[in-house]
């Protein structure tokens, strides 16, 4: 594939360029200290996230929580794909100390799972980037990056050409769930928020106005669902384990991330007690 885009040092970016950015990123690893946790199954969010990221003792702000309702009630969940979630992904360098620590893969699952089992709408929220997508004039730091890694990759929007097992592709653990002629897989959005796609349409056409949304990552797309839902009238409550971020030198997404959800979603739940919510709600 050609691009017209440039790589994050800002030279010209070809295939042999991106294959050597992904390279670089996944190398990153281990100067960001991911490699030592790379090849570990992943768990609940261990004790020792559980008190890096613990909710305050003395909260400053109301306590403001959300209410299943069946039929009015969906899970969203934004790009459950290897390039994010599998140490196989060209971002995992950066972002699998979270999922990690966060036990974000598994997770994610036990959401699919329970709403399954209560008959609750699932819907997806995918990335996906086609070749016409390289051709842009300008993006923002992030989109410079995932650009240049060939993240979230597809040659073509009408084929599936290559796309199982590549980075675009689902988590193969989410197949069962995703593919089961149930899910509404909506059409990609492009930069973070669900703005470009058709989430909002399916959603109204389904009665939906209450979401528990998961996935990634915490501080960029996930965010910029939960920010965009709420404009639109939604209540949304997400799921804080069940997502996760980057951890660079320019911070830490997931802490950035959190703090935001506390201040501005329905309910910030962990997955256990999402899990007993949705079955309780069912």
Not at 11 to 18: F, G, I, L, R, S
Not at 54 to 67: S, T
Request: glycine share 10%.
């Amino acid at each position: 594939m050609k691009h017209d885009d440039h790589d994050t040092c800002g030279c010209n970016v070809t295939p042999e360029q991106v294959d050597t950015a992904r390279r670089r990123l996944l190398a990153g690893a281990a100067a960001t200290g991911a490699a030592a946790i790379a090849g570990s199954a992943a768990h609940a969010a261990t004790p020792e996230a559980r008190a890096l990221y613990a909710d305050p003792a003395d909260p400053g702000l109301p306590q403001i929580d959300m209410e299943i309702t069946p039929g009015r009630t969906a899970l969203v969940v934004t790009d459950p794909q290897i390039d994010f979630l599998s140490e196989d992904g060209v971002t995992w360098g950066v972002v699998g100390e979270s999922v990690t620590e966060q036990g974000t893969v598994d997770n994610i699952e036990r959401l699919f799972a329970a709403a399954k089992a209560a008959g609750m709408p699932v819907f997806i929220s995918p990335h996906y980037y086609y070749p016409h997508d390289h051709k842009w004039q300008f993006e923002g730091t992030l989109e410079k990056t995932m650009h240049a890694i060939g993240m979230f990759d597809r040659p073509d929007a009408l084929s599936l050409d290559g796309f199982e097992g590549s980075g675009a592709d689902w988590m193969p653990q989410y197949k069962k769930y995703i593919e089961d002629g149930e899910t509404i897989v909506c059409s990609p959005h492009k930069v973070y928020g669900p703005a470009q796609n058709d989430l909002n349409l399916q959603l109204r056409k389904r009665g939906i106005d209450k979401v528990i949304l998961a996935g990634m990552s915490a501080n960029l797309c996930t965010q910029a669902h939960l920010y965009e839902l709420l404009e639109l009238g939604y209540e949304v409550a997400v799921v804080r384990d069940a997502t996760a971020g980057a951890k660079v030198p320019e911070g830490d997404g997931y802490l950035a991330a959190i703090i935001n959800f506390r201040m501005v979603a329905n309910g910030v739940w962990w997955t256990d007690d999402a899990v007993t919510r949705i079955a309780r709600g069912a």
